[in-house]
């Protein structure tokens, strides 16, 4: 039997692999889920028989051995992923990354020259936060033409359907030194929620999406309840994020504030404004449950996008190889809502 083209994920039975691996696998397309252990994965492995087959895989001391057999690899955990991507690059093997932190994507970005000397693509900025953000804040940028300023906000849902490495990436943003220039809180109005408050959070949309649209970027945060959003933020402004970090650990912090009794659900909204001189603004916003949900449809449509045609070599962003108005297209048929000048 001939197989098609294999696609392996990393961190695939995590929060948002394991929706890469059923939405890949569903449409038929071979899947290898690697983590550390992968018997956490069988259920993912029966559901879809000769289709999932699970590896053991420790990313932080895999050799190339780790690409055997694979076309594409989705790396779903922020762990030695430049280290990762150069492993794949350098085999012409594609690489997707859903990673939303900035410094992880700077080291990423270094890796172009690899990708272009051995033909092959690495996609970043994939999810929602980067991700969609991207992709509505490239169109609004080019339905003004002009704009001398975006603003993204993302509303995430408090008891959403992350994991544990995603609980972690907000701690630690939360627990991470303000920085000069990061904008000031605002009311932002948005689809389902009304006006809400909303602050200054280091998205790594802030610095990839200004530089690859040459507008100004901000990105702000806040939460499904208005309370908590308060009180989160007051804590962190009073340096007990901070504080925690340096006593427990990240780890422990982000196992402790998950289960602070704080309410929300798993609703989400990412809301992306853009402005011109004259004063005209346009706005999109996507909505629905699951951060990771959404996280893994964006990830596995861009692995079909690799599959099915030539995107061109490179390291890029999800907005410079994927256009807007396919994507927004499908998220309906997966529970998601796209708003336009919400
Ligand atoms: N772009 C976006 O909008 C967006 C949205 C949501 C999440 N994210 C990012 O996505 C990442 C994953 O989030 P999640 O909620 O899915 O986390 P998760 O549920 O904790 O999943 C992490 C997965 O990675 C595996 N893993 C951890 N360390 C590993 C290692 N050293 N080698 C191999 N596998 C390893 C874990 O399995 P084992 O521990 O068994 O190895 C698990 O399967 C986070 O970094 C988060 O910030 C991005």
């Known amino acids: 039997m001939t197989r098609g083209p294999t696609v392996l ?13 059923r939405a890949l696998a569903g449409r038929g397309v071979p899947v290898v889920v690697a983590g550390r252990d992968p018997a956490r994965a069988r259920n993912l492995a029966r559901e879809h028989p000769g289709l999932v087959t699970l590896r053991a895989v420790d990313v932080e001391t895999a050799d190339g051995t780790l690409l055997d057999g694979s076309d594409v690899v989705v790396m779903c955990v922020e762990r030695a992923n430049a280290r990762v991507a150069n492993l794949c690059l350098t085999r012409g093997v594609h690489y997707v990354d859903i990673s939303a932190t900035a410094t992880v994507l700077d080291d990423l970005e270094r890796l172009d020259p690899v990708a272009r000397r051995h033909d092959a693509t690495a996609v970043l900025s994939v999810g929602l936060a980067p991700g969609l953000t991207n992709v509505l804040a490239r ?64 998205f790594s949309d802030q610095h990839s999406l200004t530089r690859t649209l040459g507008v100004p970027v901000t990105t702000r945060v ?15 402004r009073a340096g007990v994020f901070r504080l925690g970090r340096r006593l427990v650990g990240t780890d422990r912090l982000a196992r402790t504030a998950s289960r602070l009794p704080l309410g929300g659900g798993d609703r989400f909204v990412v809301h992306v404004a853009a402005t011109d001189d004259a004063g005209s603004r346009v706005a999109y916003a996507v909505s629905g449950r699951g951060e990771c949900h959404a996280t893994g449809v964006v990830a596995a449509h861009v692995v079909e996008e690799l599959l099915r045609r030539n995107v061109g070599s490179g390291v890029r962003h999800l907005d410079q190889v994927i256009g807007a108005g396919a994507l927004l297209d499908l998220l309906p048929a997966h529970g998601l809502t796209v708003h336009a000048s919400a």
């Open 9 to 21: 994920v990393v961190g695939g039975y995590g929060a948002v692999g394991r929706v890469v691996t």
């Open 139 to 202: 169109r609004c940028v080019d339905d003004l033409r002009s704009a001398t300023g975006v603003e993204v906000t993302v509303l995430l849902g408090l008891s959403g359907d992350h994991g544990p490495d995603s609980a972690r990436w907000t701690v630690e943003q939360l627990a991470a030194p303000r920085r000069s220039g990061e904008g000031r809180r605002a009311r932002v109005t948005l689809p389902g929620f009304g006006a809400r408050t909303a602050h200054p959070f280091a």
């Open 222 to 236: 806040c939460f499904d309840s208005a309370a908590a959003t308060a009180a989160l933020f007051g804590l962190r």
